[in-house]
Every structure is written in structure tokens, then in C-alpha cells.
């Protein structure tokens, strides 16, 4: 192989493919971090920091070659983009989702529970009148068929979703087989146990 290829063809191309999957990592290890997976996220860390090493060595290595700078640039945004949709495809921890309707909030609700998916209703004031709020503890990866069900029961219906950090039952999400318990409900049973 000559070695302008090596220069301008094979080394760009390392440094673009290893620091895509560095950066990539590093983008899930900061969502990782952030719902408290410590062990795998340091596992993912310490790939991320060889690789990165393994790059900036060859830059050095390769200063007068601006084709490692494009390559470097172009593998930092491609990883990041890439880290992006990997965590989005693994959907990890749990989402609240709050929906705020004027009318037919008992039919989403029962919608929800037909599908699996506990919640929660509030009464409300909202800016035009009486509203109903209602919560639920869902996995990221439910989200889709939650909106599913909200866009076919109430296709206006107003709605914010959260990242739920920690919950104190992974299970939450569940339903039970007391149709209809409400997340209030379980709270409440659960402060009566604590406090016998």
C-alpha cells in the first residue's frame, strides 16, 4: 500500500470510526450515568477512554495532516448523533407521563388500564375551566403505545413527559389484579403497612 493512501485514506478513516464509536459510547454512558447504571457505565468508560487515547495519539503522530483533523471532527458529531439513537432504541428506565384533558379523562384512563397501564386523576383548574390531570409510570419503550391510545381516545389532549430518575418500585408500571388501582392507591396501602 503507498503510503499517501495510508496518510489520506486509511488513517482518516480509523480516527473518523474510533472516535464515532467513542463518542457514541460516551453519549450512552451519560444517559447510563444519569438513571444510576454505575457498573456498566464505568465498563463503557473505560472503552471510551482507550479509544479515545488510541486517537489522539495518531493526531499527534499526524500533525501536519489535516485530513485526521476532518476525520476527528466528523467521527465526534457522528458519534454523537449515534449515541443519541442507540439510547433511544434501548429505551431504558421509566417515564411519567402527565395528560391534561378537558373531557374524557375517565375514558383514557380506562383505555390505559385495558392495556396494562396504572394511573392516577387529578381534578384541576385550568385557564378555560375544569380539567383533568392524569399520571402515569410507564418504561421509556411504552411510550409509543401510550401516545397510541391517548392520540385515538383524545386526539387534542394536552400531554408532558418525564424522565422518572428513581422509582421505589421497579414494578410500579405494572398493573395489578385489582382493576383500576390507582398509583394513590398503592401509596396509600404501602404508608399504612410502614406505619403498623
Request: aromatic content about 8%; glycine content about 8%; proline content about 4%.
Amino acid at each position: 500500500m503507498p503510503n499517501w493512501a495510508f496518510d489520506y485514506l486509511v488513517l482518516p478513516l480509523g480516527i473518523y470510526l474510533a472516535r464515532m464509536t467513542d463518542v457514541s459510547i460516551g453519549t450512552v454512558r451519560i444517559i447510563l450515568i444519569s438513571r444510576e447504571r454505575k457498573i456498566l457505565a464505568a465498563m463503557l468508560g473505560f472503552v471510551e477512554v482507550l479509544l479515545w487515547l488510541i486517537v489522539i495519539t495518531q493526531i499527534m503522530r499526524n500533525l501536519s495532516n489535516v485530513f485526521c483533523y476532518i476525520a476527528y471532527a466528523g467521527g465526534f458529531a457522528t458519534g454523537t448523533f449515534l449515541g443519541m439513537v442507540v439510547e433511544e432504541k434501548l429505551a431504558l428506565g421509566h417515564s411519567l407521563i402527565r395528560i391534561i384533558v378537558p373531557e374524557k379523562g375517565e375514558e383514557i384512563v380506562q383505555n390505559l388500564a385495558q392495556a396494562g397501564y396504572r394511573s392516577t386523576t387529578l381534578e384541576a383548574q385550568g385557564a378555560r375551566g375544569p380539567v383533568k390531570v392524569i399520571l402515569s409510570l410507564l418504561r421509556r419503550k411504552d411510550i409509543p403505545i401510550v401516545l397510541g391510545i391517548l392520540k385515538d381516545t383524545a386526539p387534542g389532549a394536552f400531554y408532558t413527559i418525564e424522565n422518572a430518575r428513581k422509582t421505589s418500585d421497579p414494578e410500579l408500571w405494572k398493573t395489578s389484579g385489582q382493576e383500576g388501582e390507582s398509583f394513590a392507591r398503592i401509596l396509600w396501602r404501602r404508608q399504612s403497612r410502614i406505619r403498623k
